[in-house]
């Protein structure tokens, strides 16, 4: 069993910055694909980043596209995401997410139900 732990939420104001963490337990952390999903009431969980076991690839949702930055410490355990000019629009609580073993194809680091184990999640509020 992987447990993970999100932080870094908060409430901002728009344009503003959020780095959000996500520890994971687990010895062989360095061969899970991590992912950063995020939802509001009444959607479904929507992709935002996804990176690599090794890190050497990460993918991003269009909207987020060069104001976010995915990245891992494998030696800590630990998948971040930096996330600059904040919009209302990216208000939501996010949720990081590992897929044991990495997955293959870049679409597949796009779907939830590729991944194993979730957080429960840290809130993200921007005001305009």
């Known amino acids: 069993q992987v447990q993970m732990v999100e932080s870094g939420g908060g409430l901002v104001q728009a344009g503003g910055s959020l780095r959000l963490s996500c520890a994971a337990s687990g010895r062989t952390f360095n061969t899970y694909a991590m992912g950063w999903f995020r939802q509001t009431p009444g959607k479904e969980l929507e992709f935002v980043a996804a990176?690599?076991?090794?890190?050497?690839?990460?993918f991003y949702k269009d909207s987020v596209t060069g104001r976010t930055t995915i990245s891992r410490d494998n030696a800590k355990n630990t998948v971040y995401l930096q996330m600059n000019n904040l919009k209302p629009d990216d208000t939501a609580l996010y949720h990081c997410a590992a897929k044991v073993r990495g997955l293959g194809r870049a679409s597949d680091y796009f779907r939830p139900e590729n991944y194993d184990y979730w957080g429960q999640g840290t809130q993200v509020s921007v005001s305009s």
């Open positions: 990176i690599s076991s090794d890190g050497g690839s990460a």
